[in-house]
């Protein structure tokens, strides 16, 4: 499984866009790239998966350039009850790979 | 469609006990797999069941172990509590555990070891 790598923490407005860089040098042709979020003493939740390019659905944007290496969360206009922390996967998100990093705690302040 | 289900949601045990976990996945899913999550280990893979078949196991001692029954709900079993054992516990689901599926993950229980 690909290691990846993502700032601790970030702060934001609400109301702000938000963009989280998670890095994956290593990741292979095969890798997915797959974003969860948890909010504390629940179970994390599946955000949004991308192979290349863009995907969007009705809750963010992943940006992923040519290369891979990189990939961009992209949440719209954050709200207090987006703060939680977000974690960057790459590889196999199945039953027995996943790999949780530290994530990154976002924090929405008023 | 309901989500995946975890009872109970918190528990306090004292060292030595030990404790069920039970998590009902989403219907129609028949791969279920748990996980430990601390807040100095991060989460951590402890099993997955299919067809009520153990079918991969992490790296945790024999005093945890699991079973899952013919509607696919699974349970947990911690015997001999450590302190150390105090965590968050998740149960996620699947249709079948296939390497690029998503994990859809309960809402966990909070076990606390005295």
């Known amino acids: 499984l690909a290691k990846t790598t993502q700032p601790i923490s970030m702060d934001s407005y609400e109301g702000q866009e938000v963009n989280i860089t998670c890095s994956h040098n290593?990741?292979?042709?095969?890798?997915?790239i797959t974003w969860y979020q948890q909010f504390p003493s629940q179970g994390p939740r599946f955000i949004i998966q991308?192979?290349?390019t863009k995907v969007t659905n009705e809750v963010a944007s992943l940006f992923i350039p040519a290369d891979r290496k990189s990939s961009t969360l992209s949440l719209p206009r954050v709200s207090l009850s987006d703060t939680a922390v977000y974690y960057c996967?790459?590889?196999?998100?199945?039953?027995?790979?996943?790999?949780f990093g530290t994530g990154t705690r976002l924090t929405v302040i008023p | 469609k309901a989500g995946v289900t975890q009872t109970p949601r918190y528990l306090i045990k004292t060292r030595g006990q030990q404790v069920t976990l039970s998590c009902s996945p989403i219907?129609?899913?028949?791969?279920v797999s748990w996980y430990q999550q601390t807040p100095g280990q991060g989460l951590q893979f402890l099993f997955e069941?299919?067809?009520?078949?153990?079918?991969n196991k992490g790296n945790f001692p024999g005093r945890f172990s699991g079973r899952q029954f013919s509607n696919s709900r699974s349970e947990m079993n911690v015997s001999t509590l450590e302190l150390g054992d105090s965590a968050l516990y998740l149960c996620?689901?699947?249709?079948?555990?296939?390497?690029?599926?998503?994990?859809?993950f309960g809402p966990g229980t909070r076990l606390l070891v005295l």
């Open positions: 996620a689901s699947s249709f079948s555990g296939a390497s690029q599926e998503t994990q859809y």
């Open positions: 290593n990741i292979a042709t095969n890798d997915y």
């Open positions: 991308g192979y290349k």
């Open positions: 996967l790459v590889g196999e998100t199945g039953a027995n790979n996943l790999f």
């Open positions: 219907s129609g899913h028949r791969s």
């Open positions: 069941y299919f067809s009520e078949t153990q079918r």
